[in-house]
């Protein structure tokens, strides 16, 4: 852990017991502080893992502490993140890394400014499943992807979580709190975006808490909660992607890509591991193995590697090659995610103005260089 990157946390809510846990399982970062608006949370959480507990100005000027994580609200993800840069610091952003692709610009010319680095969730897309996905795309085990689906449905949060006001709006709905999952998948397996169209309605305009010391208080819908899109892709494949907090049961599976010459089934991608399937032409069907670390469950039983994505950056930041984690990546899909609420909206095709890279892959051997695998 000589070489660990030092790690700041910004933001002591639910997500950051993530970060701070599953630090264990990797090797080039360690969580050293914490800082909080609320300094009593700070204080808790450093207490709770063993850390420093800093007002936000003390951590940002920490000459120990190279890369901060933003782990505050979305609304203000494009703030912190300035700030943490102007502070002469890397940054690592929960999804969404920002609202708009202008905010995203604005972070990337500021970070080239300072020669830093910028990077964010999620990171869900290095799991086994996926890096098995990309790979039997990529050796055409089932033909060029011409066309796929996604599905992600629910009834919604209201019924689970105490206060999920911020769920129901701009900034957050169906769209951009889950689509950075499925969107940075489907771009590290098939590349970017080019245009979309959708469809999208708000069926209430207010949401009944079922649960906690507001249980029946009736909450305002600001954003859409059902949208259905089909994005085309600069490789020419046509993904349908329908997503909603209306739905009561489906049975659609999560994402399918269709081939050429077969289809797979890939798992959850809001997850690392998962059941990866293939069905080609004659009818058969094969459950495929990947033989890949970040498939194997090592948090209950799930395979959690959430931290994952900040381990790489460390790495990359010390050896000097790019992150897969990057803001070219994060900044598409936030243009991505803005352009289906906008085609919802005006019922006009939305091109885009950016473009990514696919991040490399990410190997078994990858895993294995970013893992703690032994007592520190």
């Not at 692709?101 to 080239?112: M, P, Y």
């Not at 999208?200 to 859409?224: D, F, M, Q």
């Not at 994060?330 to 609420?341: K, Q, S």
Request: proline share 5%; with cysteine.
């Amino acid at each position: 852990m000589s070489k660990a990157v030092k790690v700041g946390i910004i933001g002591c809510g639910n997500i950051s017991t993530t970060y701070m846990r599953m630090g264990r399982f990797f090797r080039d970062y360690k969580v050293v502080a914490c800082a909080d608006l609320n300094m009593d949370a700070a204080e808790a959480r450093a207490a709770e893992f063993g850390l420093r507990a800093l007002s936000i100005e003390a951590l940002l000027t920490d000459p120990e502490i190279e890369v901060v994580v933003n782990l505050t609200i979305p609304n203000a993800h494009y703030e912190v993140s300035s700030n943490i840069l102007k502070a002469g610091k890397h940054v690592y952003s929960e999804k969404p890394f920002v609202l708009t692709a202008e905010e995203g610009a604005a972070l990337k010319a500021l970070a080239a400014e300072k020669g830093l680095r910028i990077g964010s969730a999620p990171d869900t897309f290095m799991g086994g499943s996926h890096q098995k996905a990309r790979e039997m795309i990529d050796a055409g085990e089932i033909g060029a992807v011409t066309s796929g689906t996604i599905h992600v449905m629910s009834g919604g949060m209201e019924h689970w979580h105490p206060n999920p006001d911020f769920f129901f709006e701009p900034g957050a709905g169906p769209i951009f709190d889950l689509a950075p999952y499925y969107l940075s998948n489907l771009v590290q397996l098939l590349g970017p975006v080019s245009r979309v169209v959708a469809m999208s309605s708000t069926p209430n305009s207010h949401r009944t808490i079922g649960c906690g010391p507001r249980n029946g208080e009736k909450i305002p819908v600001t954003t859409p909660t059902t949208v259905h899109s089909i994005l085309q892709f600069a490789n020419g494949a046509v993904i349908s992607y329908g997503t909603s907090w209306d739905v009561k049961d489906h049975g659609h599976s999560n994402m399918e890509l269709y081939g050429e010459e077969g289809t797979l089934y890939v798992p959850d991608p809001n997850f690392f591991g998962g059941q990866l399937r293939m069905a080609k032409g004659d009818g058969s069907e094969v459950l495929i193995s990947t033989g890949h670390p970040f498939s194997q469950a090592n948090d209950g039983d799930q395979a959690n590697y959430r931290g994952a994505g900040l381990a790489d950056m460390a790495k990359a930041i010390r050896e000097g090659r790019p992150h897969r984690c990057n803001d070219d990546l994060a900044g598409h899909v936030v243009e991505v995610m803005g352009a289906i609420l906008q085609a919802g909206e005006t019922g006009a095709m939305v091109e885009m103005k950016t473009t990514c890279e696919r991040p490399a892959p990410f190997s078994a051997d990858d895993a294995f260089a970013i893992m703690e695998l032994e007592e520190t």
